[in-house]
C-alpha cells in the first residue's frame, strides 16, 4: 500500500496517521504474519482471529488502557482501518469474547508468534558483544490485578526500590554511571541470548 501525505478538503481523516503509517510499514515486512498461527475455535464472520488479535494490538498503540475505549477511539477511524484493508475496526464486545476463547492451548502458538515476532526484529541479535550491552531499567513498583500471573500482596513505601534488593539475578560487581543509566555486562552470545524466550541476563 502506498501513503500519502498531504492536504485533504476534509478537517482529518484520521487521528492516528503515525500508527497508519507505522501499519503500513509492519504490512510492507510481513512483521504480525506469525499471528497468522494462532488458531482460535470461533466463526470467522468479518474479521479472522488473527485479524482481532492485531486490532488489539493496534489498540495498545492508540492509546487505549482497556478495550472499553476501542468503540470510541478506533471505532469511527475508517481511514486507518482500510490501510489494513478492513473497512472498520471490530467492536470490543468482539475483541473481548476473542481473548475469552484463547485456551491453553491457544496460548502457546500466541506466545510462538509474539516470540518470532521480536526475534525477526531484536537489535540484540545484532549487538557487537565486543562491548557493553547498556540497559535502561526502572524497578518501582507499579500495582497490578489480583488475578495478574504470578501477582503478590504488598506495599509501595514512596521509594524507588534499590537494584540490589529486587534484581532476580546478583547485583553487579563493577557499575559504571552514564546519563543516569546503568552500565551493565551481560555474559552471553547473541544466538544464546535469543534462543529463549524469557531469557534472563547474568551480569557480573
Given at each position: 500500500?502506498?501513503?500519502?501525505?498531504?492536504?485533504?478538503?476534509?478537517?482529518?481523516?484520521?487521528?492516528?496517521?503515525?500508527?497508519?503509517?507505522?501499519s503500513?510499514l509492519?504490512?510492507?515486512?510481513?512483521v504480525?504474519d506469525?499471528?497468522?498461527?494462532?488458531r482460535?475455535?470461533m466463526?470467522?464472520r468479518?474479521?479472522?482471529?488473527?485479524?482481532?488479535?492485531?486490532?488489539?494490538?493496534?489498540?495498545?498503540?492508540?492509546?487505549?488502557e482497556?478495550?472499553?475505549?476501542?468503540?470510541s477511539?478506533?471505532?469511527?477511524e475508517?481511514?486507518?482501518?482500510?490501510?489494513?484493508?478492513?473497512?472498520?475496526?471490530?467492536?470490543q464486545?468482539?475483541?473481548?469474547?476473542?481473548?475469552?476463547a484463547?485456551t491453553?492451548?491457544q496460548?502457546?502458538?500466541?506466545?510462538?508468534?509474539?516470540a518470532?515476532?521480536?526475534?525477526?526484529?531484536?537489535?540484540?541479535r545484532?549487538?557487537?558483544?565486543?562491548?557493553?550491552?547498556?540497559?535502561?531499567?526502572d524497578?518501582?513498583?507499579?500495582?497490578?490485578?489480583?488475578?495478574?500471573?504470578?501477582?503478590q500482596?504488598?506495599?509501595?513505601?514512596?521509594?524507588?526500590t534499590?537494584?540490589?534488593?529486587?534484581?532476580?539475578?546478583?547485583?553487579?560487581?563493577?557499575?559504571?554511571?552514564r546519563?543516569?543509566?546503568?552500565?551493565?555486562?551481560?555474559?552471553?552470545t547473541?544466538?544464546?541470548a535469543?534462543?529463549?524466550?524469557?531469557?534472563?541476563?547474568?551480569?557480573?
Amino acid at each position: 500500500m502506498t501513503i500519502e501525505i498531504g492536504f485533504t478538503d476534509e478537517l482529518t481523516n484520521t487521528q492516528y496517521a503515525p500508527l497508519a503509517a507505522l501499519s503500513a510499514l509492519y504490512q510492507h515486512h510481513h512483521v504480525l504474519d506469525p499471528l497468522e498461527q494462532v488458531r482460535i475455535p470461533m466463526k470467522k464472520r468479518d474479521f479472522s482471529s488473527a485479524d482481532k488479535l492485531i486490532q488489539v494490538f493496534l489498540s495498545i498503540l492508540a492509546g487505549c488502557e482497556t478495550l472499553s475505549e476501542v468503540n470510541s477511539k478506533l471505532k469511527p477511524e475508517l481511514g486507518l482501518a482500510a490501510v489494513w484493508s478492513w473497512e472498520r475496526f471490530a467492536d470490543q464486545s468482539s475483541l473481548s469474547r476473542t481473548l475469552d476463547a484463547l485456551t491453553l492451548k491457544q496460548i502457546d502458538p500466541l506466545r510462538q508468534s509474539s516470540a518470532a515476532i521480536w526475534l525477526a526484529h531484536s537489535q540484540t541479535r545484532s549487538h557487537d558483544w565486543r562491548s557493553f550491552l547498556w540497559l535502561d531499567f526502572d524497578l518501582s513498583g507499579l500495582p497490578c490485578s489480583p488475578l495478574a500471573e504470578e501477582s503478590q500482596k504488598g506495599y509501595f513505601s514512596g521509594k524507588k526500590t534499590p537494584p540490589d534488593a529486587s534484581w532476580p539475578v546478583s547485583a553487579p560487581a563493577n557499575t559504571g554511571k552514564r546519563s543516569g543509566q546503568t552500565c551493565l555486562r551481560v555474559i552471553a552470545t547473541p544466538s544464546s541470548a535469543c534462543s529463549q524466550p524469557f531469557w534472563r541476563p547474568k551480569l557480573l
